[in-house]
């Protein structure tokens, strides 16, 4: 069965699995203690250590590891963020952030901060004179990512630093997404990566703090890793990750350039095969091996679940699953369509009959929801006069297939008003009126409650 998720967790990588066999028998005692049990604990953690730290790009007195990569990015914000507290509490992030960080923000505003978003573009990119503009004197802590993790979008980490550098606030780089294919360019003063991102254990992160960067780790101090990550090192775990981070260095040139070459075809052949899909992210400034689309008139949830029982395993950042009823913020915050969505990440190893495996059972798995919620055929229909379309109470994607329904049924120049009080149709429907050359005029309160949603038919 193919895996096609490997932006949430990849699988265990071979040499991951053999020096975490290996550590277990030579890495269970306590690196603290002074005996050979302890000793021989100690120069594994320290060796690993070493090995993390060359494959980040920084001393090893530098870094420390964390249960996981969340807990790596919310100990890098409080730290800096209170090391900093003199400076001020403003503290910038991207709106396409982890949700990690947002998490973070919102602690942070609790206490009393403040957190300013900047937005990005339609392929998810920050902009860097706006993330500038955004650093004022009282910013204490900037967070920007190095890739995102839903659209693959790999952001101007290089420009964003140098910025920083100038206004004097050091900068966090989320590197969990790209670690594995690379370095982060230079010029961060915090990054947080996570192990299972890369083909390591789950339960292992990893936080580097430049040294000058002013630091105030947050909570109970602890005498273990430098008192910024407290309890009993997972030494198993981090052998098995600074292990499998170093293999995945070593095959990464080879491996991107295979699967960006997979990537590039599902992402030509995806909108040929299916009519209605808008393919998200970046073209070229991405990660190699993930690729993100959306699909008009289609439930997210019933698309992951039938390609499940097809075999294939993809995850989605739509607005319809069953965690959630709320748009995907880094779409909202692109603007993109979210109904429908489709995340495909691939693990090293990927073959290219996976791939076109894939695009054979893709195009059948959309059509046969799309009958099932009644989507709109290509047909002609009689113009008639200016429709009202009642969605209230309807989820996603029915408001969209509603508008599609009747949009033929008015004249060129008319309207349709769409009622809805689904979030997702704020950016379903603008998008869907992109994408089938339809004027999307506003949104203004709905008498009967939600929102009125009003396209002009323009062919």
Known sequence: MPYFDAASAAPLHPVARQALQAALDEGWADPARLYREGRRARLLLDAARETAAEAVGCRPDELVFTPSGTRAVHSGIAGALAGRRRVGSRLVVSAVEHSSVLHAGE??????????????????????????????????????????????????????????????????????????????AEGWSLLAGSAHKWGGPAGVGLLAVRKGVRFAAQGPADERESGRAPGFENIPGIVAAAASLRAVRDEAAAESARLRALVDRIRTRVPQLVPDVEVVGDPVRRLPHLVTFSCLYVDGETVLSELDRAGFSV????????????????????????????????????????????????????????????????????????LVVDALGRRCPIPVIELAKVIGDVPVGATVTVLADDEAARLDIPA??????????????????????????VS
């Not at 004179?129 to 955004?134: G, H, I, N, Q, T």
């Open 107 to 184: 602690v942070h505003e609790a206490a009393g901060g403040s957190v300013a978003q900047v937005p990005v573009d339609r392929y998810g990119t920050v902009d860097a004179a706006a993330f500038a503009a955004s650093l004022t004197p009282d910013t204490a802590l900037a967070c920007l990512q190095s890739a995102n993790h839903e659209v693959g979008t790999e952001q101007p980490v290089a420009e964003v630093a140098a910025a920083c550098r100038e206004a004097g606030v050091p900068l966090l780089v989320d590197a969990a997404q790209s670690l594995g294919w690379g370095r982060v």
């Open 315 to 386: 995850s989605s950042g739509s607005s319809c699953t069953s965690s959630t009823l709320t748009p995907s913020h880094v779409l909202r915050a692109m603007g993109v369509l979210s109904e429908g969505n489709v995340r495909v990440s691939l693990p090293t190893g990927t073959t290219e009959a996976h791939v076109d495996r894939f695009l054979e059972v893709l195009p059948g798995v959309v059509a046969g929801i799309r009958e099932q919620l009644g989507a709109p055929a290509a047909e002609v229909r009689p113009a008639e006069d200016t």
């Open 432 to 457: 869907w009126c992109e994408m089938r050359g339809q004027e999307y005029v506003g949104e203004q309160p709905s008498p009967k409650g939600g929102r009125a949603y009003v396209v002009r038919r």
